[in-house]
């Protein structure tokens, strides 16, 4: 055991005389407003790597989690006198509220000889709901009070309800030029076919041209979330985010990441303050087409019955 103790600090002995660096990181307070951060808010920070000339810096992104994601990243690097500094400059938002940590970000730092991974520190801001301060819940002033109901006083309104929701369906119907009672259908669509179809249907909406980008997006999540479960026979229109991305993972879906990025930028738009550029709110779109055609499987045409 002390052999292998004296082992491990050699190698980090040899290694600190290899690779020569500091680390440092820090927010932008030019550009974050520290005192009135809400969510969905951007919030940047920097990290700047100071090396000796032989040896380079890459970051590693990361797996995005529920409640805080990098939405971009730039790079630029300065020659000091004997030594390079490389700068990252990151552009993050949270979901969720109180006393938050941007966690370390990873980096390599490389050389003719060698690689070792190295870490900034962690960051904390406190995040701030975008609800009143004065919200709050409404509670009963006294205990309800119990009423009793007899079978007509049940029965009457649903048959009611049941009469009004028949005689919309009926004139529905009718004023599309549709069959009254609809006709068998001959042929199962496959799912990336009604999905596709959907998405053509969007598009005359012309949603972006509008300004209604929130509507835009909320269209997009159902038809991906639909499209899933026609696809993969699972309830996805009904899972919450982490639950489609381990549901993908266990079905080792193709391009998982891909559908869980468009889900996470729709969660963005539908909850948070957030509003895309028009480049990204139209290619959002050709994502998810790219998905549907890269997981759709062979169109499965029932036998009709002559009969």
């Not at 609800?131 to 009963?140: E, F, R, Y």
């Not at 068998?184 to 990336?192: E, F, N, Q, R, V």
């Not at 050709?286 to 009709?304: P, R, S």
């Amino acid at each position: 055991m002390k052999k292998l103790i004296i082992l491990v600090v050699f190698i980090l002995f040899i290694n600190s005389f290899v690779f020569c660096y500091t680390i440092d990181a820090k927010i932008d307070t030019m550009k974050t407003d520290l005192k009135h951060l809400e969510v969905g808010d951007r919030i940047f920070f920097d990290v700047s790597v100071q090396h000796d000339k032989e040896s380079g810096v890459h970051y590693i992104p990361q797996e995005q989690s529920e409640i805080f994601i990098i939405l971009s990243y730039t790079t630029d690097i300065q020659n000091l006198d004997n030594e390079i500094q490389t700068g990252f400059h990151f552009a993050s938002a949270f979901f969720d509220t109180g006393l938050q940590t941007i966690p370390p970000q990873e980096f390599i730092l490389t050389s003719s000889e060698d690689s070792v991974k190295i870490y900034s520190d962690s960051l904390q801001v406190t995040i701030n709901s975008i609800l009143p301060a004065d919200s709050v819940a409404l509670k009963d002033i006294k205990p309800p009070v119990s009423l009793t109901l007899g079978f007509w006083d049940i029965a009457l309104p649903i048959l009611i309800i049941g009469i009004i929701i028949l005689a919309i369906i009926l004139i529905t119907r009718s004023r599309k030029g549709l069959p009254i009672i609809p006709e068998k259908k001959k042929k199962k669509l496959s799912a990336h076919v009604i999905a596709l179809k959907k998405i053509e249907q969007l598009k005359l909406q012309d949603y972006i041209t509008k300004g209604d980008i929130k509507r835009y997006y909320v269209e997009i999540s159902w038809i991906c979330r639909e499209y899933l479960e026609n696809r993969y026979h699972k309830l996805f229109l009904e899972m919450t985010g982490f639950e489609i991305r381990q549901s993908l993972k266990n079905l080792n879906v193709e391009k998982r990441m891909e559908i869980n990025s468009i889900l996470q930028e729709c969660d963005r738009v539908k909850f948070a303050k957030y509003i895309p550029p028009i480049h990204d709110a139209e290619k959002i779109l050709d994502d998810l087409v790219n998905v549907i055609y890269a997981t759709k499987e062979q169109e499965i045409e029932e036998v009709q019955d002559e009969n």
